[in-house]
């Protein structure tokens, strides 16, 4: 089967042609996820278009749409809790958009889930059923995978919002409503805030990405380390509750973040086998396989579960 | 079926025999869980004993033993991470203990699980398929029902280290090795610490209880009503993790520290309320309904499902 696959990011919206957990080509453009959801499917249609054209594959012969989406996507596919990215959001708005564009089904889930079964199939996690995935991105994503199942939950919103668990009591205020989330006390997102606060509007421009944190802490910058220190305790942290909640063998980092992955992946991994509670042995931390192409490569795997095959 | 129970807790033995989700008689002893179980194996017999007497039911007409203990159960029935309670044990000493006694076979699980089944069994989460319990006794027990299963996981410890989430990045030392775990930062066990390092030793007494201290701040002690108001924010904090992680419709709260219940539900409640993240709806959060009785009535569950029933 061969499935055209889109991964709606904070930052980039990515589309691909997957067939048998690899991914053909891909091409990514700018998410401006700022901006409502309708406004970006004519242009995300026109990047489908020439990845098909490049690879000389016709939409309507792929077997559907396997879309990712940073959001809750509850059983009945409607789209919750998008804090503000794309705006509001329902399933409809993707199934009329693949429908009327290529008359092709289209179905979503969370892309934490996708990017945690990509790895599983194709990538970091292949051969464990019990593993768990932290997406270092725009924000923080999670996803599990307990004895050979994706966790989703009754109300779909089980084990995706690890970004969203306190990690400090009474910590700072989250877009989420609640306070001292780990996305909220170390995240791409968080880091305006956090430069802000420590008065260093040198690194805090519009945008202030990790790896400009890094490089300073590297050279020598006090204020840098003590914020690369802080978050990667922060994401340490992270590790190892869901270690502790989802029992998995094996933990995987992805998302843009990981960029710095000969920094991160060390730090994490010795967090993890100091604080984490695993009497039966120690959890293997990696980093991600796939990269970009992990979410992409769990969407062929959603086609081929949740749509019956057209061929 | 009629099944013996055990209820192994930190502070007290509690037996029970048990018939279609109902104790019909039960008693406790103390736990001594400083001193090796195989020491207190005999006076546990004993009470069994006067139980089944008191019942006029003779032992060896029960189905089996089931056995609640606050530790990981591995799926081979190893015990793992005691923490120092009743020392080094092994599933094959409760099994040689009800074999020889009674020619019984005996069956083990982690007490918060059996707590969360008891009360779907016969209490507060009838009716709820996805629900996880919170267990505020000597320290802090977890557990969690997902879409109608017992979450497990690979290696026994899924959903019950809820205690040793990290709640403070960075924070108070705990026993398991991890730092800022909910149970070190507000359960019984750390009171006498939390209590001392506050220069409290009136309160601080060699077992301090939370009833205590939510007396002392009632009567406007300051000081305990800042470790009052601290030990809320802890549990709620563990009541908004767990509904993140593991997505329920309800949150049922148990353990010896409920005796304070009228100040405790109303509060965690409303923390769950204020910051938890459910755009499906409120999770509604419940004190527990069968209190002591509740790891008994699972510890039936627990024979019927995994032993083959005698009669």
Redesign the interface.
């Known amino acids: 089967m061969t499935v055209i696959a889109c991964d709606f990011g904070g930052t980039r919206i990515k589309v691909g042609l997957v067939r048998s957990g690899y991914v053909l080509r891909q091409l990514a453009i700018d998410a401006r996820s700022s901006r409502p959801l309708v406004e970006r499917l004519a242009e995300v249609a026109a990047a489908v278009q020439q990845l098909c054209e490049s690879a000389a594959i016709r939409p309507r012969d792929c077997n559907g749409v396997g879309i990712s989406f940073p959001s809750?996507i509850?059983p009945d596919g409607r789209v919750?809790?998008e804090f503000g990215k794309y705006g509001p959001v329902a399933a409809e708005d993707f199934t009329r958009w693949t429908e009327s564009s290529w008359s092709l089904p289209a179905v979503i889930e969370n892309d934490a889930r996708l990017a945690l079964i990509g790895e599983k199939v194709a990538g970091a996690a292949t051969g464990h059923?019990?593993a768990v995935m932290i997406t270092l991105g725009t924000g923080i994503g999670t996803a599990a995978l307990?004895?050979g199942e994706l966790?989703?939950?009754?109300?779909?919103?089980?084990?995706i919002?690890?970004g969203?668990?306190?990690?400090?009591?009474?910590g700072r205020q989250c877009v989420?409503?609640?306070?001292?989330c780990a996305e909220t006390?170390a995240s791409s997102s968080a880091l305006p805030r956090i430069l802000a606060a420590m008065g260093r509007s040198d690194l805090s421009t519009l945008a202030p990405q990790y790896e400009d944190v890094f490089k300073a802490a590297a050279s020598g910058d006090e204020c840098a380390a003590a914020v690369v220190a802080?978050s990667l305790?922060?994401w340490g942290?992270v590790a190892?509750?869901l270690v502790?909640?989802?029992?998995?063998?094996i933990v995987v980092l992805g998302g843009g973040v990981m960029r710095s992955r000969d920094i991160i992946l060390p730090a994490i991994a010795e967090y993890v086998t100091?604080?984490?509670?695993?009497?039966?042995?120690n959890v293997t931390v990696v980093a991600s396989q796939l990269g970009d192409a992990a979410a992409l490569v769990g969407a062929e795997w959603l086609v081929d579960q949740r749509l019956s095959l057209k061929a």
Do not use: M
């Not at 966790?151 to 084990?159: D, F, K, N, R, T």
């Not at 502790?244 to 063998?249: G, M, N």
């Open positions: 809750i509850d919750l809790g059923d019990n307990v004895q966790l989703v939950g009754i109300h779909g919103q089980a084990a919002l690890g969203h668990q306190t990690v400090v009591v009474g989420c409503g609640n306070r001292g006390e802080r305790a922060v942290t190892v509750n502790h909640a989802y029992d998995p063998s100091k604080h984490a509670h695993t009497p039966w042995g």
